[in-house]
């Protein structure tokens, strides 16, 4: 279930939201103009599916979002915990990547397959930490300016979507907001401590 935290950009950042409401979180994101839609959880696809194995268990949803929105290539991203000597440094890797500041020039699609993480979209001041979870498809328009975060134990699966496939680069803004704001780790406890 997706849980929406919308904090002030300030420089105390003030937490002025706390949601779990469909219908809320989709009606604030809607003000923003990123999409969250829910797909029905293939619940019969193995942990270890693969990649044509799970873009097959939702290919009729995946083929809706491509006629709409005229994507042309789609993939899955896979990051979980896998028992090697070199998980921690690949996980801790992983997670920098994108948790700056950033836009793209393209738009970010992103379906969770399995587990979770979040995208902090920063908009009129505003930021809006979207935690997204099974079932969650959410659409952060092109040059929206947002990072995402996997926190320090990754663990998931989504289809991505894009209009191209000569790679994905993020333009940093250099901003130092997203050490002000709680983080994966701090938004995940906060909410497991809110609803028992
Ligand atoms: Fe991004």
Excluded at 56 to 72: F, N, P, Q
Excluded at 75 to 87: E, I, N, R, S, T
Excluded at 124 to 146: F, M, R, Y
Aim: glycine fraction near 6%; include cysteine.
């Amino acid at each position: 279930m997706t849980y929406l935290t919308v904090y002030s950009d300030s420089e105390q950042p003030e937490t002025l939201l706390e949601t779990e409401d469909a219908a809320e979180i989709a009606a604030v994101l809607k003000d923003i103009d990123v999409v969250l839609r829910h797909w029905q959880v293939v619940e019969s696809l193995p942990q270890d599916a693969g990649q044509e194995e799970i873009l097959a268990a939702y290919r009729a949803e995946i083929d809706r979002v491509i006629a709409e929105e005229g994507y042309t290539f789609v993939d899955v991203a896979k990051l979980h915990p896998d028992g090697g000597d070199d998980w921690p440094e690949r996980a801790a890797a992983a997670r920098r990547k994108f948790l700056a500041e950033h836009t793209h020039d393209d738009d970010e699609v992103r379906y969770f397959v399995s587990g979770s993480g979040i995208f902090y979209l920063h908009v009129d001041h505003k930021v809006h930490a979207v935690l997204c979870e099974a079932g969650d498809l959410l659409s952060v328009p092109k040059n929206t300016t947002h990072w995402f975060d996997m926190g320090t134990r990754p663990s998931f699966t989504a289809i991505r979507f894009f209009h191209d496939d000569d790679g994905w680069i993020g333009d940093f803004t250099g901003s130092p907001i997203a050490g002000r704001i709680p983080d994966f780790d701090t938004i995940t406890a906060t909410r497991a401590a809110a609803t028992g």
